[in-house]
């Protein structure tokens, strides 16, 4: 059964039991309402562990393709709802917690590497106007901060510049610096629990945001540094490329300097794939309502796409259609990543185009970081 395939079905079921639940008596019978979440709960409990976190990470990320509000909120709860979640956070989360914040600290580790023992005057020309030690002052902030929030777990917005980072006066220090904020963050983040809440600026208001805030972050900039010092990115693994992209579908419509361009691009019904090549995960985005939706298979799908019932930037609705591929780009999945965030041209030899060339600089241009 293809991702796309399982990601539609749990996508419809949290639909319906939220649809059962909200109902007006009216409308549907309680009795009848409740027997039929009954029933559906234990066919549920009968699965496996395995399938039973599967189901539970699609549920999520189910809800997290919604806007913020009631719905999702109520979406947020089916799982826990039906039990597969324990506890309010649940094996299943914590897992992907710690592999996340397992690979945030593989990827700083080749920051760290990558830039000690450089001039720190060298030029990052992915990121105009800065050298590599304004990037690692930069990324070393970042980790300081995020450690501090999924500490202290604060309900309102703190800055970074609001908290004693401290880093050295000397920027040739700024790699050591980086690299033990680095390990500040990730000790933190293994020790704390995902599921708790935290101010966060995207779409998951809990500690499990942060993990996945930095490990984009981190992955971005480690590729800044390797362009500035060598010309190109290195390899990077398609699985923390795919975690990378998918938190930033799923942010971009929480950044307002993304999502207003986005929201007035008007290529309602246009769509966009990302197909990689070394992994074969292919992300589809329709455009339409103010924003996009977006969901991510293993390229077993045709060559049309299915816009689910959903909210755009500005709360408009995308009406359920089936669409044209209007645009596909096939590169590795972390030459995607970079191409999303205008590291790479898309007239790299990297990239293979079919399709409409405007609709990918439309795009491009709207969603620049």
């Not at 106007?129 to 990324?139: I, M, P, Q, S």
């Not at 904020?181 to 704390?192: C, I, K, Y």
Request: aromatic share 6%; hydrophobic share 45%; with cysteine.
């Amino acid at each position: 059964m293809s991702d796309a395939l399982l990601n539609a079905l749990a996508e419809a079921l949290a639909g319906l039991v939220t649809a059962v639940e909200t109902s007006d008596e009216e409308v549907l019978d309680p009795d009848a309402a409740t027997a039929w979440l009954e029933d559906t709960g234990k066919v549920l409990a009968g699965l496996g562990t395995a399938d039973r976190r599967a189901l539970d990470r699609l549920f999520h990320e189910a809800a997290l393709r919604e806007p913020s509000g009631a719905r999702r909120q109520r979406l947020l709860a089916v799982s826990e709802g039906f039990g597969l979640r324990a506890g309010g956070g649940g094996d299943a989360w914590d897992d992907a917690h710690l592999a996340t914040v397992e690979a945030v600290a593989e990827q700083a580790r080749r920051y760290a590497e990558t830039v000690r023992g450089t001039d720190p005057a060298t030029p990052v020309p992915t990121c105009p106007g800065w050298n590599l030690g304004d990037l690692t002052r930069h990324l070393g902030a970042l980790h300081g901060w995020a450690e501090h929030l999924v500490t202290a777990r604060p309900a309102t917005r703190v800055r970074a510049g609001e908290l004693p980072l401290d880093p050295p006066a000397d920027p040739a220090s700024y790699p050591g610096w980086f690299a033990a904020r680095a390990e500040g963050f990730t000790a933190a983040a293994r020790a704390a629990d995902p599921a708790a809440p935290v101010w966060s600026p995207g779409a998951d208001p809990y500690v499990r945001h942060y993990p996945r805030h930095v490990l984009a972050e981190t992955v971005v900039h480690l590729a800044d540094a390797e362009i500035a010092l060598g010309g190109a990115a290195g390899p990077l693994d398609p699985g923390t490329a795919a975690e990378a992209l998918d938190h930033y579908l799923t942010t971009a419509p929480y950044i307002p300097w993304i999502a207003e361009p986005l929201a007035h691009l008007d290529r309602d019904g246009a769509v966009l794939r990302l197909a990689a090549r070394d992994s074969g995960a292919v992300w589809t985005l329709v455009l339409g309502g103010g924003g996009f939706t977006w969901s991510r298979g293993d390229g077993g799908e045709p060559a049309t796409a299915r816009a689910t019932a959903s909210t755009g930037a500005t709360g408009a609705t995308v009406a359920t259609a089936t669409t044209a591929v209007t645009a596909t780009v096939t590169a590795d999945a972390g030459d995607l990543l970079l191409l999303l965030h205008r590291r790479y041209d898309a007239d790299d030899a990297r990239f293979t185009l079919t399709g409409d060339r405007d609709l990918l600089d439309d795009w491009l241009a709207a969603g620049a970081l």
